[in-house]
Protein backbone atom coordinates (compact mmCIF):
# COMPACT_ATOMS: atom_id res chain seq x y z
CA UNK A 1 0.00 0.00 0.00
CA UNK A 2 1.18 3.65 -0.86
CA UNK A 3 0.04 6.63 0.90
CA UNK A 4 0.85 9.81 -0.72
CA UNK A 5 0.20 13.82 0.49
CA UNK A 6 0.16 17.00 -1.55
CA UNK A 7 0.03 20.53 -0.86
CA UNK A 8 -1.37 22.89 -3.19
CA UNK A 9 0.38 26.10 -2.90
CA UNK A 10 2.52 26.17 0.73
CA UNK A 11 3.32 29.48 1.68
CA UNK A 12 0.54 31.97 1.74
CA UNK A 13 -0.33 35.30 3.87
CA UNK A 14 -2.61 35.64 6.44
CA UNK A 15 -6.16 35.55 5.52
CA UNK A 16 -5.25 32.89 2.57
CA UNK A 17 -5.97 29.43 2.01
CA UNK A 18 -4.58 26.35 1.14
CA UNK A 19 -5.68 22.80 0.30
CA UNK A 20 -3.96 19.67 1.15
CA UNK A 21 -4.66 15.88 0.11
CA UNK A 22 -3.40 12.49 0.25
CA UNK A 23 -3.96 9.47 -2.09
CA UNK A 24 -3.87 5.85 -0.74
CA UNK A 25 -3.41 3.47 -3.23
CA UNK A 26 -2.86 -0.69 -3.44
CA UNK A 27 -4.77 -3.71 -1.82
CA UNK A 28 -7.47 -1.45 0.21
CA UNK A 29 -10.48 -3.34 1.49
CA UNK A 30 -11.59 -0.03 3.76
CA UNK A 31 -10.27 2.68 4.91
CA UNK A 32 -11.44 3.98 8.58
CA UNK A 33 -10.96 7.18 10.39
CA UNK A 34 -9.02 9.70 8.53
CA UNK A 35 -7.24 12.90 10.99
CA UNK A 36 -4.73 15.50 9.71
CA UNK A 37 -1.87 16.51 12.23
CA UNK A 38 0.06 19.59 12.67
CA UNK A 39 3.52 19.88 14.44
CA UNK A 40 5.17 23.82 14.64
CA UNK A 41 8.49 23.99 15.14
CA UNK A 42 9.67 23.06 18.68
CA UNK A 43 5.94 21.89 19.63
CA UNK A 44 4.48 18.46 19.33
CA UNK A 45 2.29 17.24 17.16
CA UNK A 46 -0.88 17.71 17.73
CA UNK A 47 -4.64 17.19 16.04
CA UNK A 48 -6.09 19.52 13.83
CA UNK A 49 -9.36 17.64 12.28
CA UNK A 50 -10.89 13.97 12.46
CA UNK A 51 -13.39 12.65 10.08
CA UNK A 52 -14.52 9.03 10.72
CA UNK A 53 -16.12 6.37 8.07
CA UNK A 54 -19.33 7.46 9.58
CA UNK A 55 -19.56 10.76 8.43
CA UNK A 56 -18.08 12.75 11.64
CA UNK A 57 -15.78 15.51 11.63
CA UNK A 58 -13.87 17.36 14.76
CA UNK A 59 -11.55 19.74 14.75
CA UNK A 60 -9.33 21.68 17.10
CA UNK A 61 -10.57 24.76 18.64
CA UNK A 62 -7.75 26.93 17.10
CA UNK A 63 -9.04 26.07 13.77
CA UNK A 64 -12.78 25.66 13.99
CA UNK A 65 -14.69 27.92 11.68
CA UNK A 66 -11.87 27.84 9.05
CA UNK A 67 -10.63 24.29 8.46
CA UNK A 68 -12.59 21.69 6.92
CA UNK A 69 -11.71 18.06 6.49
CA UNK A 70 -13.64 16.02 3.82
CA UNK A 71 -13.32 12.88 2.12
CA UNK A 72 -13.60 10.78 -0.99
CA UNK A 73 -13.59 7.24 -0.47
CA UNK A 74 -14.09 6.22 -3.97
CA UNK A 75 -10.40 7.50 -4.94
CA UNK A 76 -9.43 7.11 -1.30
CA UNK A 77 -8.32 10.34 -0.89
CA UNK A 78 -8.74 13.03 2.12
CA UNK A 79 -8.79 16.89 1.98
CA UNK A 80 -8.24 19.78 4.52
CA UNK A 81 -9.51 22.77 3.36
CA UNK A 82 -7.54 25.68 5.18
CA UNK A 83 -9.14 28.82 5.07
CA UNK A 84 -8.67 32.41 6.38
CA UNK A 85 -5.13 31.18 7.90
CA UNK A 86 -2.84 32.36 10.38
CA UNK A 87 0.82 32.85 11.29
CA UNK A 88 0.25 30.45 14.37
CA UNK A 89 -1.06 27.45 11.25
CA UNK A 90 2.17 27.43 10.09
CA UNK A 91 3.39 23.98 10.82
CA UNK A 92 3.92 20.27 9.03
CA UNK A 93 0.85 19.20 8.20
CA UNK A 94 0.37 15.21 8.51
CA UNK A 95 -2.80 12.87 6.95
CA UNK A 96 -3.07 9.52 8.91
CA UNK A 97 -5.67 6.83 7.59
CA UNK A 98 -7.11 3.93 9.64
CA UNK A 99 -6.54 1.07 6.47
CA UNK A 100 -7.43 -2.38 6.70
CA UNK A 101 -5.45 -4.24 4.17
CA UNK A 102 -6.12 -7.43 2.29
CA UNK A 103 -3.23 -10.03 1.01
CA UNK A 104 -3.97 -13.77 -0.93
CA UNK A 105 -2.08 -16.62 0.17
CA UNK A 106 -3.51 -19.05 -2.71
CA UNK A 107 -7.06 -19.67 -1.42
CA UNK A 108 -6.85 -17.90 1.79
CA UNK A 109 -7.51 -14.10 2.50
CA UNK A 110 -6.14 -12.32 5.46
CA UNK A 111 -6.87 -8.96 6.72
CA UNK A 112 -5.10 -6.58 8.74
CA UNK A 113 -6.05 -2.76 10.05
CA UNK A 114 -2.79 -0.63 10.47
CA UNK A 115 -2.23 3.52 10.80
CA UNK A 116 -0.64 5.08 7.29
CA UNK A 117 1.09 8.31 7.91
CA UNK A 118 2.16 10.64 5.07
CA UNK A 119 4.99 12.06 4.77
CA UNK A 120 4.34 15.93 6.50
CA UNK A 121 4.06 18.80 4.01
CA UNK A 122 5.37 22.68 4.97
CA UNK A 123 2.20 25.15 5.31
CA UNK A 124 3.69 28.62 5.97
CA UNK A 125 1.45 31.78 6.49
CA UNK A 126 3.36 34.97 6.52
CA UNK A 127 3.05 38.34 5.37
Known amino acids: LRFSCRLWGGLVQPGGSLRVSCVAS????????MAWHSQAPGKERELVAL???????DYADSVKGRFTISRDNARNTPYLQMNNLKPEDTAIYYC?????????????????????WGRGTQVTVSS
Open 96 to 116: KAEITTSQSLGAVTGYRTDDY
Open 26 to 33: GSIFSIHD
Open 51 to 57: TTSAGRA
